[in-house]
């Protein structure tokens, strides 16, 4: 059974910078890709950042391109998400996913940006 565990979100002023973390366990196999999406209340899941494991490549959604960097650290099976400059509208669930034959989800983490 893979497991994704979250940590790392929370209440945070606008301008102010957030760290989330996400370890993996229980497969057996190498992850092609890591990341991250987001969901708003009343909004979809969207995609938020993907890192990939052959080259380390990433991808990151507009809204949060220059603010926000994922990385991962394949010894310790982490990914990370550094958040900086957020903002009210970055308010939402964060879930962490990683991908071998299939996406496999954690349970998100709540982070909440005041104005």
């Known amino acids: 059974q893979v497991q994704l565990v979250e940590s790392g979100g929370g209440l945070v002023q606008a301008g102010g910078s957030l760290r989330l973390s996400c370890t993996v366990s229980g497969s057996i196999f190498r992850f092609v890709t890591m990341g991250w999406d987001r969901q708003a209340p009343g909004k979809q899941r969207e995609l938020v950042a993907r890192?990939?494991?052959?080259?380390?490549?990433?991808i990151y959604a507009d809204s949060v391109k220059g603010r926000f960097t994922i990385s991962r650290d394949s010894a310790k099976n982490t990914v990370y998400l550094e958040m900086n400059g957020l903002k009210p509208e970055d308010t939402a669930v964060y879930s962490c996913n990683a991908e071998d034959f299939k996406l496999h989800w954690g349970q998100g983490t709540q982070v909440t940006v005041s104005s």
């Open positions: 890192i990939t494991s052959t080259d380390g490549s990433t």
